[in-house]
């Protein structure tokens, strides 16, 4: 993209015969600074900023992935439906560097009065006590083969074929509910793609809307 940029302002300067050296390098100061700061501006929306939200500080990105700690108090079904309908799956926790930061941001979020909720489903499933985790297929519709836990003490309880997992951040790991229950005070985190290829155009396009507006009001001048 710069090296588009470069070249058109090459050609173009040199097109500009009879015009003053000083005309010249500021139409062209004028120019780079437009161009670095809606760059900066592109880059402040992230890979997770086509994400909507309520407050943008429900989402976060981990290893590549988006995460929005949806503050809606629904079932476990009702989350994984939802967060199925926005191409995501409940979240499918892999290590303690994802479960840490995530238990980060919900302390983070209810210490700041941003939260409606204490705890938040993710997409694994227990079907007797001690049982493997059986996790929601991932965002690419592959099946889930995880080993990791972090199951609080006397967990996971005895739920039968219902029970699912939800995330306790007041006690720094997982716990069980039934699936068909709505907890008042329980939302659900989805785990969706980080950026696309449409949130790059805009961006390009954006760079590219802005360097024709300032070559235009350059001539303006």
Known sequence: MYYIVVNYVVSLIEGMEGTSLQ?????????????????????DVGRCGYIQASNQYQVLEINNRCYHMVQDSVTWEQAASRCNSRNGTLAIIRDD??????????MSLDANDMANVSFYWIGGRVQTPGAAITWQRDINGAEVTNMYTA???DE???SGTTGCLIL??????????FCTVTLE???YVCELASGS???LRTGASKVLLTFLLTLVLGYLV
């Open 151 to 153: 199951y609080v003490d």
């Open 156 to 158: 996971p309880l005895g």
């Open 168 to 177: 306790d951040p007041a006690s720094m790991g997982w716990a069980t509910d």
């Open 185 to 187: 005070l329980a939302g």
């Open 97 to 106: 560097a994802t479960n840490n930061q995530l238990i980060q941001r919900a």
């Open 197 to 199: 290829m449409s949130n």
């Open 23 to 43: 005309t010249i390098t500021m139409k062209t100061i004028i120019l780079f600074l437009t161009l670095c700061i809606a760059s900066v501006k592109c880059q």
